[in-house]
């Protein structure tokens, strides 16, 4: 007389739960990490309210970047200017040597925390402190605006929004293959239960 075999446990419905937790916990990690990441930033540009004049402190050697904030926010103040046309902007060292301002090799754009802003110029230099001038070319003081400088700003922005979207895939993604597996070990489970009663 041979005993049947007993048919193996099915994976219980709550590992569907576990696998929608998982989700949302990437999804939650994902915004936190963008969050955090995007306060952090925010360091890196040093903002000038233009026309006018300011000290820049430069702390990396290289590339720079000065970028027009079209819609900037400084101490609680609003500056909204889509254009800076007419706007003359010089930069020099400290010792009075001029820095060469071009044209950046390609429009880079950046959008967080109420802040917007595209590339206007690029520079090359060495860390140091240097002085920024702007001026409109007619002595108007109209319209008031905000320019940015920072080295590697849009490269750790695009780093960044990488990194959140592995996160939210990594986590979504082992969320479905639990469901799958689940789905697939109770499917199959169930001639088993059938056969063995």
């Not at 925010?42 to 990396?60: D, F, K, W, Y």
């Amino acid at each position: 007389m041979s005993v049947p075999p007993v048919a193996a446990k099915p994976p219980t419905r709550a590992w569907y739960i576990v696998a929608g937790l998982l989700a949302i916990a990437a999804v939650v990690a994902s915004s936190l990490f963008v969050i955090y990441r995007v306060y952090g930033l925010s360091s890196r540009l040093q903002q000038v309210v233009v026309p006018g004049e300011a000290s820049v402190t430069l702390t990396q050697p290289g590339n720079h970047t000065i970028f027009h904030e079209y819609n900037s926010v400084i101490d609680g103040k609003v500056y909204a200017a889509p254009s800076i046309a007419g706007l003359k902007v010089t930069l020099v060292s400290a010792d009075g040597s001029p820095v060469r301002l071009g044209s950046p090799t390609a429009t880079s754009r950046y959008s967080f925390a109420g802040r917007e802003g595209i590339s206007v110029f690029s520079f090359k230099a060495e860390p140091g402190t240097y002085r920024l001038t702007a001026s409109y070319e007619n002595g108007r003081v109209e319209p008031r605006t905000v320019l940015s400088v920072g080295s590697g700003f849009v490269a750790a922005i695009i780093t960044t929004v990488m990194v959140a979207i592995l996160i939210a895939f990594a986590g979504i993604g082992t969320a479905i293959a639990i469901v799958v597996v689940v789905y697939q070990a109770r499917r199959r489970a169930r001639p088993a239960a059938m056969s063995a009663s």
